[in-house]
């Protein structure tokens, strides 16, 4: 399968516990992103990857979240002193360029906070 | 700023049935527009875009939408549902490059189709 791949796909954690999630991109896209989705709600985007370089956060982006793309392939985003709040999917996607932008997204992380 | 709205959060019809899936959207500038189908327990697949020429453009499975831009509108249509369509639909919009914020994907919050035997 060479789509994209996130790893895990449900992650339960106690409230104020550390997370951390992963994403391989397809691999050729430079671009990747990170985007949340609570229930009946659409994707809301928190940040996106140009290769390594991280070039637009999300206010939604706390400064209880990180992400990082070390070699500009996989990226991880990590979810410190976790809260409630937290629980939602996390879904990840990558692309090609900039021009046509169709992101591909893979199946998500679902976080559950207790 | 750049906002879509998805008016349905549910639509149901019959199968062999035509379909149509509302979503307008608001942006600077000429949009990119996009629409993805989330099925259960799977992530978003694309559907199809529109970025210029024909205001109707056609997608995967056999769907198509039309861009509007007086009504600022890019609905989602199918001439006859199949059960298998059901699943959760989303519009999305994109600013051309060079308008700030530009390589974010703005979501709906998505219109679940119901399509009965």
């Known amino acids: 399968d060479t789509g994209v791949s996130q790893n895990p796909r449900h992650k339960i954690t106690k409230r104020g516990q550390n997370v951390t999630f992963r994403c391989d991109p397809i691999s050729e896209h430079n671009r990747l992103y990170w985007y949340r989705q609570t229930l009946g709600q659409g994707p809301e985007f928190l940040t996106y990857f140009q290769n390594e370089a991280q070039l637009e956060k999300s206010r939604l982006l706390s400064d209880r979240f990180s992400a990082e793309r070390p070699k500009g392939s996989f990226s991880t985003l990590e979810i410190q002193r976790t809260e409630q709040g937290d629980s939602a999917m996390y879904l990840c996607a990558s692309s090609f360029g900039d021009r046509v932008n169709i992101q591909y997204f893979g199946a998500g992380t679902r976080l559950s906070v207790l | 700023a750049q906002s879509v709205a998805q008016p349905e959060d549910q639509v149901n019809v019959a199968e062999g049935n035509p379909l149509t899936v509302k979503c307008t959207y608001s942006?600077?500038?000429?949009?990119?527009l996009f629409w993805y189908v989330q099925y259960p327990n799977r992530g978003l697949q694309f559907l199809l875009k529109y970025i210029t020429g024909d205001n109707l453009v056609k997608g995967s499975y056999g769907f198509e939408a039309e861009f509007n831009k007086s009504q600022t509108s890019f609905h989602l249509k199918k001439p006859s549902a199949l059960v298998s369509d059901s699943a959760l639909y989303f519009c999305a919009v994109r600013a051309l490059p060079g308008y700030s914020s530009a390589s974010k994907i703005i979501f709906g919050s998505g219109t679940r189709l119901s399509i009965r035997p």
């Open positions: 942006v600077s500038g000429n949009p990119y």
